[in-house]
């Protein structure tokens, strides 16, 4: 039985056949079930198939993140993959992990696949010197490559990014316009996104002439899992004496661990500690109280990246650079002026 | 420039070229970078390599998950991915979502992508009737299908599960123990895995010779993200009148939100209402107190469904079924005699 076959038995064209195959939505119900039916009545030759129709070379986008179980990036593949399966394409799913080497190994693997493009998902892939991105200018010398909340100047290079500079700025001035001005801010990524959130909170500082202690910014080195870690982290600080009156921090579980600071240590939030977390997730409803956080339009940014990958990969002109702007959502771990 | 030109240049053999471009980890990092070399001075055709290694239609693993960005199902897939890739495999991943057509679908897609096996991530695959699971067996036919946390019997169809059942059971034993006997089950889903975790609560009920109120059986419809909405529906459970004073629940996502429930009406946790969790997530650490919860080995039970994977794709025989136990671990929501 072959896909001839199948389209003569069911009545159907053999692109319907093919579509039903693909898990395209664009098939009736009816139509799947009847062609599902036969497939299940008489069985079917995927090979046969797939040198027919060339399926197993053809539509396929490798996707590479750091780490699939990360609240951020699993959000993020999700919304790719079911953007990119609507259109069509499967997915093949590598995790790098964050070292540079492994980076570059997962990019090469992929290119080595044939996709037809690659989408580097989470800020993690562009370091700030250019000759440690000379692996992703490889990359698009053989393959579109697509960067979510990342950019890079490089031909065949499309990124889709939040303003984080931007809305991190905007978070840090609405704590210090409404009368703070100890702001812890707590950060644990060195990617081009924590570069630039890093840069935002530097810059609200300067804007309303505000020293930067040098305490003030704390890196945290542990799991991004390690919400306790992040409590320990801060009674830490605490025990040596440094005082800050609220926490802004780069991700939602630093937040969720600054939260937890206060409740062990009998601190009023947000009355005597202000705390603000960045990407909105599912953390910041289940903190109590929850948690005031930056929505990063992360569905959005999803949505777009992938619709620049269909129109160059269908041979459009489309823009290497799209840019969203933030969102401070207000919840109850701040009383800001707005 | 093709892999023989670069395993000459390079001094390594065709063998060692194939795994660094292929991701492996088996290579030394110092030849990884010898090889990564020559190929960013020189460039090279990767159409060329797949045809000369076949690539292309080697070595991918089909993951098929309802949500990629679900916490639980998040996690195994990056445990799966990542012991899959070390055994030299690659992922294509699908989202189906929790229809039932849509996930035959996507297995389809899959099988006629000729993937070496297929990995069905999630007990929700599995239906109480076995018509219904007709497409898994049809799939098994083709291609090895590899079940996480569900379980049938068929010939090609490998499982690696929790026993939920007796969990869910011990789970409920301990709060009948701990002299609580109004205790709420709260679910949402009716997946394999749902079914043996209200199994398991039942007969820990009938065990104690305690009569189960089928109002202290609630099922959750709203969305797997919404804590409020899992709070609000307590809520009105209260104002109907109804009382429990545990919440034993079969997701960590509901915990949070019977956590949530607790808060907003000044009930003491665990004094008023115990609290139990399952899945151990990171929502379990991130609520205040921290939520009682089941660990559901989720690591290992991947680790081994992939050990399966990889011996039946060798041609060893492996055992259909494995089965884990899982853990109660006891944290602030419950005061338990253990």
Same mark, same amino acid.
């Given at each position: 039985?072959?896909?001839?076959?199948?389209?003569?038995?069911?009545?159907?064209?053999?692109?319907?056949?093919?579509?039903?195959?693909? !898990?395209?939505?664009?098939?009736?119900?009816?139509?799947?079930?009847?062609?599902? /039916?036969?497939?299940?009545?008489?069985?079917?030759?995927?090979?046969?198939?797939?040198? !027919?129709?060339?399926?197993?070379?053809?539509?396929?986008?490798?996707?590479? +993140?750091?780490?699939?179980?990360?609240?951020?990036?699993?959000?993020?593949?999700?919304?790719?993959?079911?953007?990119?399966?609507?259109?069509?394409?499967?997915?093949?799913?590598?995790?790098?992990?964050?070292?540079? =080497? /492994?980076? $570059?190994?997962?990019?090469?693997?992929?290119?080595?696949?044939?996709?037809?493009?690659?989408?580097?998902?989470?800020?993690?892939?562009? @370091?700030?010197? =250019? %000759?440690?991105?000379?692996?992703?200018?490889?990359?698009?010398?053989?393959?579109?490559?697509?960067?979510?909340?990342?950019?890079?100047? +490089?031909?065949?290079?499309?990124?889709?990014?939040?303003? /984080?500079?931007?809305?991190?700025?905007?978070?840090?001035?609405?704590?210090?316009?409404?009368?703070?001005?100890?702001?812890?801010?707590?950060?644990?990524?060195?990617?081009?996104?924590?570069?630039?959130?890093?840069? !935002?909170?530097?810059?609200? +500082?300067?804007?309303?002439?505000?020293?930067?202690?040098? /305490?003030?910014?704390?890196?945290? %080195?542990?799991?991004? @899992?390690?919400?306790?870690?992040?409590?320990?982290?801060?009674?830490?600080?605490?025990?040596?004496?440094?005082?800050?009156?609220?926490?802004? #921090?780069? $991700?939602?579980?630093?937040?969720?661990?600054?939260?937890?600071?206060?409740?062990?240590?009998?601190? #009023?939030?947000?009355?005597?500690?202000?705390?603000?977390?960045?990407?909105?997730?599912?953390?910041?409803?289940?903190?109590?109280? $929850?948690?005031?956080?930056?929505?990063?339009?992360?569905?959005?940014?999803?949505?777009?990246?992938?619709?620049?990958?269909?129109?160059?990969?269908?041979? %459009?002109?489309?823009?290497?650079?799209?840019?969203?702007?933030? $969102?401070?959502?207000?919840?109850?771990?701040?009383?800001?002026?707005?």
């Amino acid at each position: 039985m072959n896909i001839y076959d199948i389209s003569k038995q069911a009545g159907v064209s053999i692109a319907t056949v093919s579509r039903v195959l693909n !898990g395209s939505p664009n098939v009736k119900p009816s139509t799947r079930r009847k062609v599902m /039916d036969i497939i299940d009545q008489y069985g079917y030759t995927p090979n046969a198939f797939a040198r !027919g129709l060339g399926l197993d070379t053809m539509n396929s986008i490798g996707i590479i +993140c750091a780490d699939s179980s990360d609240l951020y990036l699993s959000k993020a593949i999700y919304y790719i993959e079911g953007n990119l399966r609507k259109n069509g394409y499967n997915c093949i799913l590598t995790c790098s992990g964050y070292n540079h =080497d /492994d980076k $570059e190994a997962a990019l090469a693997m992929m290119i080595n696949r044939r996709v037809d493009a690659v989408i580097l998902v989470g800020s993690n892939y562009i @370091e700030a010197d =250019d %000759e440690t991105n000379r692996y992703i200018m490889n990359a698009a010398a053989q393959s579109p490559v697509f960067l979510l909340n990342a950019s890079m100047d +490089c031909p065949n290079v499309f990124c889709a990014t939040c303003d /984080d500079f931007k809305a991190m700025q905007d978070a840090a001035l609405a704590l210090i316009d409404s009368g703070i001005t100890d702001i812890l801010y707590l950060y644990n990524s060195h990617s081009y996104s924590g570069r630039r959130k890093l840069g !935002g909170y530097r810059s609200a +500082c300067e804007i309303r002439k505000l020293d930067i202690a040098q /305490d003030l910014m704390q890196f945290y %080195e542990g799991s991004h @899992e390690d919400i306790d870690g992040v409590c320990r982290f801060l009674c830490g600080l605490r025990a040596q004496g440094l005082v800050f009156r609220a926490v802004l #921090a780069s $991700e939602d579980m630093l937040a969720a661990g600054a939260v937890k600071y206060a409740k062990k240590n009998g601190i #009023a939030i947000p009355d005597e500690l202000s705390v603000i977390g960045y990407n909105n997730s599912l953390l910041t409803t289940c903190s109590d109280p $929850e948690i005031t956080s930056v929505d990063n339009k992360l569905e959005a940014l999803c949505f777009q990246l992938v619709r620049t990958c269909i129109g160059v990969l269908n041979g %459009e002109k489309m823009p290497p650079k799209i840019i969203y702007s933030g $969102e401070l959502v207000h919840k109850g771990t701040t009383r800001l002026v707005h």
